[in-house]
């Protein structure tokens, strides 16, 4: 009886206490509120133009700026893990409306963070991404294709060629791809797409295991797209 009674306040009361949008905390619907939902959707890139002209092919939603910088640091650096949901939903919903999704068989590996940082903020965000992106495309998730080994400090701040030292041999194939590899090939999956130097060093380090990449989706660019 007691039981049904907490379990009753407590439905009763999260009625009524709706988590505000953790962009400017008003009342959000059900995550972010109507006007910051609607300022993300500004940094989005047209359907035409989603894809960076690379090999393999980079697909990505929107810009880097304004209310998607702020959605990303949010939930990075202030405890929002849940920000991930929306995020990775709507980069899935590009990627099924782009060519890229007439591939069959693949397997979603996000880039990985190094196991102390992960242990201090508690979660890999890109990993979170993968995960609501997979929910809305169907692919598997190995959260473990890659394992970070080296505790790459921030790399923003470093040159083209001092961001490539860095990260060099500073990741390797993880305990899910030694257990078993992916039959088809691997979409990586990445938050923030700078320079594509860290996605670079995933890519070699999957092919020196025979592991191809089919394609990199990540939720925003500081690259000009259209
Ligand atoms: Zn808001």
Same mark, same amino acid.
């Given at each position: 009886?007691?039981?049904?009674?907490?379990?009753?306040?407590?439905?009763?009361?999260?009625? @009524? $206490?709706? =988590?505000?949008?953790? $962009?400017?905390?008003?009342?959000?619907? =059900?995550?972010?509120? =109507?006007?910051?939902?609607?300022?993300? %959707?500004? %940094?989005?890139?047209?359907?035409? %133009?989603?894809?960076?002209?690379?090999? =393999?092919?980079?697909?990505?939603?929107?810009?880097?700026?304004?209310?998607?910088?702020?959605?990303?640091?949010?939930?990075?650096?202030?405890?929002?893990?849940?920000?991930?949901?929306? $995020?990775?939903?709507?980069?899935?919903?590009?990627?099924? %409306?782009?060519?890229?999704?007439?591939?069959?068989?693949? *397997?979603?590996?996000?880039?990985?963070?190094?196991?102390?940082?992960?242990?201090?903020?508690?979660?890999?965000?890109?990993?979170?991404?993968?995960?609501? @992106?997979?929910?809305? *495309?169907?692919?598997?998730?190995?959260?473990?294709?890659?394992?970070?080994?080296?505790?790459?400090?921030?790399?923003?701040?470093?040159?083209?060629?001092?961001?490539?030292?860095?990260?060099?041999?500073?990741? *390797?194939?993880?305990?899910?791809?030694?257990?078993?590899?992916?039959?088809?090939?691997?979409?990586?999956?990445?938050?923030?797409?700078? *320079?594509?130097?860290?996605?670079?060093?995933?890519?070699?380090?999957?092919?020196?295991?025979?592991?191809?990449?089919?394609?990199?989706?990540?939720?925003?660019?500081?690259?000009?797209?259209?």
């Amino acid at each position: 009886m007691m039981g049904n009674w907490s379990a009753m306040v407590k439905g009763w009361v999260s009625l @009524f $206490l709706k =988590p505000n949008c953790p $962009l400017c905390d008003r009342p959000g619907k =059900p995550l972010l509120c =109507p006007n910051c939902d609607r300022l993300l %959707q500004r %940094q989005k890139f047209s359907l035409r %133009q989603p894809l960076l002209k690379e090999t =393999p092919p980079v697909l990505i939603w929107g810009r880097y700026g304004g209310v998607m910088k702020r959605a990303i640091a949010v939930m990075k650096y202030q405890n929002c893990p849940e920000l991930a949901r929306p $995020l990775g939903y709507n980069l899935a919903e590009t990627w099924l %409306q782009s060519p890229l999704a007439k591939a069959q068989g693949l *397997t979603v590996v996000p880039i990985p963070m190094y196991l102390g940082k992960q242990q201090k903020r508690g979660f890999n965000q890109a990993e979170l991404l993968a995960k609501s @992106f997979c929910e809305l *495309t169907g692919y598997p998730l190995e959260p473990r294709g890659l394992e970070r080994v080296v505790d790459t400090e921030a790399l923003n701040k470093l040159s083209p060629a001092e961001r490539r030292q860095t990260l060099a041999n500073s990741m *390797t194939v993880g305990a899910g791809f030694r257990r078993s590899k992916p039959k088809q090939g691997v979409i990586l999956l990445d938050d923030i797409y700078t *320079t594509g130097a860290t996605c670079r060093e995933a890519i070699k380090t999957l092919s020196q295991e025979g592991i191809a990449v089919y394609g990199i989706a990540a939720i925003a660019t500081t690259q000009p797209l259209d």
